[in-house]
């Protein structure tokens, strides 16, 4: 990144009462302009660029922010795009929403499966009676479940902390990997096999 603009302000918010470095640059690849905080700096070099480039990369804070997430190549298109989602709206702090398309993955998920009657309590308990899941994944989607419908039905007085959104999206990946991802790896390991012998 390349700094176009820069400067030191007196941040006015109680939280970070102290001197910040904000910076406009732009990306050497794309040339795409971003906005860059910084709450720490390095005060070396020619104000106030020098002191961008002189701040170690991961004292920034970068806007807009960019979600990231994993790949799920063997999740039918459709749920991967929301399983994506999710981890997203967690990397970018919005935990409500990473929440929220935790549980419509689970939902998804069973409907996929051929299991659509009832509430989502029943579907989930309906994939492990037909053995689409097992009893510990049963028990991680209804976790799932509960959280989901704490923001689902506007219950959300009581924001969920990062470590309970991260566990929410590890037991979604379980669900994902037991029904969808862990089958196919196992087909093509089988495939290469079968082919080998032959």
């Known amino acids: 990144m390349t ?13 970070d009462s102290g001197k910040s470095l904000q910076a406009v640059a732009t990306c050497d690849n794309c040339g795409h302009a971003s906005l860059a905080l910084a709450h720490s700096y390095a005060q070396a070099g020619n104000p106030y660029e020098g002191y961008f480039d002189n701040t170690p990369d991961e004292n920034f804070e970068w806007f807009p922010r960019v979600g990231s997430s994993p790949e799920f190549p063997d999740v039918p298109e459709h749920i991967a ?21 935790a549980r419509t993955v689970v939902e998804a998920t069973a409907k996929e499966k051929g299991i659509t009657a009832g509430n989502l309590l029943s579907k989930i308990d309906a994939m492990a009676s037909q053995n689409v899941i097992r009893e510990d994944t049963r028990v ?59």
């Open 3 to 15: 700094p176009r603009w820069a400067s030191v302000f007196q941040s006015r918010s109680g939280s």
């Open 140 to 198: 991680a989607a209804h976790e799932i479940r509960h959280l989901g419908n704490d923001m689902a039905h506007g219950d959300i007085a009581d924001l969920p902390v990062a470590e309970d959104v991260a566990d929410v999206l590890s037991l979604m990946d379980e669900v994902l990997n037991e029904v969808f991802q862990g089958p196919a790896k196992t087909a093509r390991l089988r495939a290469r096999r079968s082919s080998g012998a032959a």
């Open 81 to 101: 795009r929301a399983a994506k989602e999710a981890h997203s709206s967690f990397s970018i702090n919005a935990f409500m929403a990473a929440i929220l398309m």
